[in-house]
T-cell receptor, first 112, second 114 residues
Framework: RKEVEQDPGPFNVPEGATVAFNCTYSNSASQSFFWYRQDCRKEPKLLMSVYSSGNEDGRFTAQLNRASQYISLLIRDSKLSDSATYLCVVKRLTGGGNKLTFGTGTQLKVEL | DGGITQSPKYLFRKEGQNVTLSCEQNLNHDAMYWYRQDPGQGLRLIYY???????QKGDIAEGYSVSREKKESFPLTVTSAQKNPTAFYLC?????????????FGPGTRLTVL
């Protein structure tokens, strides 16, 4: 079983739609959680961290359920510019230091 | 401007040759990482370093080597022992302490083995 699992998509949605992505992680020792965004053939960039109480940044809302080992990302009022791959990332401390594990990503295509 | 630079952006190599990918950061970060990304796959950790002169193997270290002689530099050598070296290679850095420190990425190097 992969340490971080995501539905690869693609999610094809019309502009203005609300879309939700889910992610599960297998290692209960995971400490911190993130969503990164990756545009085609570019490097990933941090979209938002995911806190235990849930957090919102504009049109983006992230939720964490530690008991179920589940993370979600909700995008409201989708824009064409939201088209990208969204990577779920978990971080844990190892003997060698902090280690991030990336999901394979969920592809979003927002259409007119 | 602070950031991470990787060079070259595109690299072509003949089978059987070693090649070294450059990664430099001026963010004063202690920790640096190398990932590889294949089409349709997530990032996989090759090597990471939390401090100068120390580094750890990641999940797919076979066929790769690194050095960390300076805080700002973490070069990756892809050796001829790496069976499938064609991939997109990403270098990243972060502050060592703190649960929610952002990991910053360089623009990547696309390696193609001919």
């Amino acid at each position: 079983r992969k340490e971080v699992e995501q539905d690869p998509g693609p999610f094809n949605v019309p502009e203005g739609a609300t879309v939700a992505f889910n992610c599960t992680y297998s290692n209960s020792a995971s400490q911190s959680f993130f969503w990164y965004r990756q545009d085609c053939r570019k490097e990933p960039k941090l979209l938002m961290s995911v806190y235990s109480s849930g957090n919102e940044d504009g049109r983006f809302t992230a939720q964490l359920n530690r008991a179920s080992q589940y993370i979600s990302l909700l995008i409201r009022d989708s824009k064409l510019s939201d088209s990208a791959t969204y990577l779920c990332v978990v971080k844990r401390l190892t003997g060698g230091g902090n280690k991030l594990t990336f999901g394979t990503g969920t592809q979003l295509k927002v259409e007119l | 401007d602070g950031g991470i630079t990787q060079s070259p952006k595109y690299l072509f190599r003949k089978e059987g040759q070693n090649v070294t990918l450059s990664c430099e950061q001026n963010l004063n970060h202690d920790a640096m990482y190398w990932y590889r990304q294949d089409p349709g796959q997530g990032l996989r950790l090759i090597y990471y370093s939390q401090i100068v002169n120390d580094f750890q193997k990641g999940d797919i270290a076979e066929g790769y080597s690194v050095s960390r002689e300076k805080k700002e530099s973490f070069p990756l050598t892809v050796t001829s022992a790496q069976k499938n070296p064609t991939a997109f290679y990403l270098c990243a850095s972060t502050e060592r302490q703190g649960d929610y420190n952002e990991q910053f990425f360089g623009p990547g190097t696309r390696l193609t083995v001919l």
